[in-house]
């Protein structure tokens, strides 16, 4: 019985989201998906997760600090593939080595990190939050953990139909959305902005190689515990990223900015 549910409920699901959903060319990623998230939900979604983070860690209050993050930023943004939404650069007034991206195009870097990288290794970095949203990692992975949940959902009423368990309903608030983007991306997913990044400072005019020395600096920064630490454990692979830059990046210079 509760089987049967369950794959009604996957069914359900599937029905739901594709009457909802449109098949949109993502120049990011060069591909047709299927995205039911628009823009300005995600934009809404980024807002309300800014003023929890906000909240914990507030911003700098440098303004010299603040005006370089919106400069470099603003140059990658624009040179990004991704023109729908506004994306806003902030320095956050903590000591760790971090970025972080929040939905629709909510940028963040912590103090500690910026005050140890220039401006081509600064470009790399928010290049590569910009990538995220530019391809629409973090939609897609709030879409899909918001299939996930449904399909939990539904398939807990069935649970409650047939034991009298009452079931409590899920929702995706902000705090769980914060959550799901402090987990961090999939491999593949931080291959491609880690191209788009390098892409995006290419374009904008900055040393794309600086994506390389941001990586070797952030590391030698955090020491022998930096797949525990800061940057890297929110974005991995440090040795693997850093040899696909280094065989990708040459090929930016045969293609037009």
Known sequence: MVKAIFASAVILVWLLFLSGCATL????????????????????????????????????NDA?????VQRVGGLVAEASDRKDIVY???????????????????????????????DDELAYVLG??????????IAKKLQ???????????????VSATTGVNAQPIALG???????????????????????AAKYAFRSGFNPY???????????????????LGYFRSHPYAEDRIKALTGFIPGLTTQKK
């Open 128 to 137: 590569h939050e910009t990538g995220h949203v530019a391809a629409r990692h």
């Open 64 to 68: 010299a600090l603040q005006a370089r």
């Open 174 to 196: 902000a705090d769980k959305v914060y959550s799901l983007i402090e987990l961090g991306f999939s491999r593949k997913d931080e291959y491609e902005a880690d191209r788009l």
């Open 144 to 158: 899909s953990n918001m299939a996930y949940q449904l399909i939990l959902n539904m398939a807990f009423v069935g």
């Open 25 to 60: 060319y993502n120049s990011a990623t060069g591909k047709n998906e299927l995205i039911f998230i628009n823009s300005a939900t995600e934009t809404a979604m980024g807002r309300s997760v800014q003023n929890d983070l906000l909240k914990k860690h507030p911003l700098a």
């Open 210 to 228: 600086g994506a390389i020395s941001a990586l070797k600096k952030i590391k030698k920064q955090e020491g022998p515990n930096w797949k525990a």
């Open 88 to 118: 806003r650069f902030s320095v956050l007034e903590d000591k760790e080595l971090n970025a972080m991206a929040l939905p629709g195009g909510y940028i963040y870097i912590y103090k500690g990190l910026m005050d140890i990288i220039n």
